[in-house]
């Protein structure tokens, strides 16, 4: 099993421009999230997801989207890059959202918006 | 709301030493505590959980719900354990992370 694969690794972005980040995950988990890191902070939730078709927001939405076709994406859209928005991102999945279910991360992307 | 926080950005400890790292938390609700690591060049990945009252590495957390706290500890520090802890609570859907603190072991 690959687990969570994130993809590209490392990305520069211009002010205004879009991208999307590529996330698949192969151990059929129902959940799936969107963190982002900053310098010195915690992750902060951007999105996740519960299950194919469903998806919620996250502390940290604003400037963001994504959606959830299948079971194993979970694509995070920018769409008008801002210099906020560099940050280390990560997807994460998880079976279930219990206490007994652990999540699984990906590598993460570096986003440099200038 | 739900907050977590980690005081220590930074903990360095000699080897042998005992190292405890520090996570307080505020939530309305029942907790549940995680304690995740980060070594280096190595993706984030759960270290224990308060739920199955392991020990994981020599490492315990237990959970203090009349201070609020989730301490991390171990007895005997090693090398290897130098790497960046977070503590996360679960939330219902969400997790809730710390800034985390970076510990260094010194051989």
């Known amino acids: 099993n690959a687990g969570v694969t994130q993809t590209p690794k490392f990305r520069i972005l211009k002010i205004g421009q879009s991208m999307t980040l590529q996330c698949t995950q192969d151990?059929?988990?129902?959940?799936m999230y969107w963190y982002r890191q900053d310098p010195g902070m915690g992750l902060k939730l951007i999105y996740y997801?519960?299950?194919?078709?469903?998806?919620d927001k996250g502390e940290v939405p604003n400037g963001y989207n994504v959606s959830r076709s299948t079971t194993e994406d979970f694509p995070l859209r920018l769409e008008l890059a801002a210099p906020s928005q560099t940050s280390v991102y990560f997807c994460?999945?998880?079976?279930?959202?219990?206490?007994?279910?652990?999540?699984?991360f990906g590598p993460g992307t570096r986003l440099t918006v200038t | 709301a739900q907050r977590v926080t980690q005081p220590e950005k930074l903990l360095s400890v000699f080897k042998g030493a005992p190292v405890e790292l520090k996570c307080n938390y505020s939530?309305?609700?029942?907790?549940?505590l995680f304690w995740y690591v980060q070594y280096s060049r190595q993706r984030l990945q759960l270290l224990l959980r308060?739920?199955s009252r392991e020990s994981i590495k020599g490492f315990t957390a237990d959970l203090n719900k009349g201070e609020t706290s989730f301490h991390l500890k171990k007895p005997f520090a090693q090398e290897e354990d130098s790497a960046m802890y977070y503590c996360?609570?679960?939330?219902?859907?969400?997790?809730?992370f710390g800034t985390g603190t970076s510990l260094t072991v010194i051989p």
């Open positions: 151990m059929n988990h129902n959940y």
């Open positions: 939530y309305s609700g029942s907790p549940e």
């Open positions: 997801s519960v299950g194919a078709g469903i998806t």
């Open positions: 994460a999945s998880s079976y279930s959202y219990s206490g007994r279910s652990e999540q699984y």
């Open positions: 996360a609570l679960n939330g219902g859907n969400q997790f809730y």
């Open positions: 308060h739920i």
